[in-house]
């Protein structure tokens, strides 16, 4: 499954962001690792667009969540 989110504004170059700074790296890269999928974060001019892709479970898998 892939979901893609598009913004026109100001936009920020990934590779600029502080290692302490969790919301991309800890909150959306890292999850979505754990869980067998991906992040992915384009600059755009202007804006940025963010893919999040993450394989489809199998009817009978059990998804849980871990730390």
């Known amino acids: 499954m892939s979901a893609f989110v ?5 936009g920020f170059e990934i590779a600029e962001i502080a290692e302490d700074r969790g919301g991309v790296n800890g909150s959306i890269r890292d999850r979505m690792a754990r869980h067998g999928g991906a992040a992915t974060f384009r600059r755009r001019d202007p804006g940025m ?10 009817e009978n898998s059990e998804i849980r969540e871990t730390s």
Do not use: K, Q, Y
């Not at 598009?6 to 100001?10: K, L, M, P, V």
């Not at 667009?49 to 199998?58: C, G, I, K, T």
């Open 6 to 10: 598009r913004d026109h504004g100001a």
């Open 49 to 58: 667009e963010v893919e999040l892709e993450m394989p489809m479970a199998r």
